[in-house]
């Protein structure tokens, strides 16, 4: 079984915000496909040692927004790494990533968390950086990076972070129909990176 673990920050004063890029991502795709998220209690009857939601995408997969707060979303993905028993080229996380410009999307078969808490969170809670990881660019930080990715989006900037948000979720239903990274990154780090 595949899981898509979009990451986000819990509760409505989060909602829209850069961070919550992760949640935007998995929300769209699930929209796609008409499914409904469901609190962990009702996974298979599982005692959930941390809070999360979950769709079930028709592919087989678990659709899985931790509500742990960013810092703590690696315990939600070693719990259900431990109970669900896929491997790691099985999982693929979504987050926001301040060091790619506005709407730029990378992604990639594994690599470390970088700056980002929630992906450090999971890096280290499974020992391993080696999943999948697909990061959305949020824009520019500038000095202040705690403040810059709890701010919601400008006006100027929804457009162009609806159309990455809506190409992410493309690029994962395609990941999930047909298991194959190397295939999807070819075929939409091209879209996303045309060059010069």
Request: proline share 7%; aromatic share 6%.
């Amino acid at each position: 079984m595949k899981l898509v673990v979009g990451l986000g920050n819990p509760g409505p004063e989060y909602a829209g915000t850069r961070h919550n890029v992760g949640f935007d991502v998995l929300d769209r795709l699930a929209a796609r496909g008409k499914l409904l998220f469901h609190p962990a209690r009702e996974l298979d009857g599982h005692a959930a040692s941390a809070p999360f939601e979950f769709a079930r995408h028709p592919a087989g997969a678990l659709l899985v927004k931790p509500l742990t707060f960013m810092n703590r979303s690696g315990t939600v993905v070693s719990d259900l790494m431990r109970r669900l028993g896929p491997g790691p080229e099985e999982l693929l996380v979504v987050s926001d990533d301040f060091d790619l410009p506005l709407g730029g999307l990378r992604l990639r078969p594994h690599g470390g968390p970088g700056t980002h808490n929630g992906m450090r969170s999971i890096v280290e809670c499974l020992a391993s950086d080696r999943f999948p990881r697909l990061r959305v660019g949020i824009g520019r930080a500038g000095t202040d990076a705690a403040r810059h990715v709890l701010e919601r989006f400008a006006d100027a900037e929804r457009e162009e972070i609806a159309i990455s948000v809506a190409e992410a979720a493309e690029a994962i239903e395609a990941w999930l129909r047909a298991g194959d990274l190397q295939g999807v990154m070819t075929r939409f780090n091209s879209r996303w990176n045309p060059g010069p």
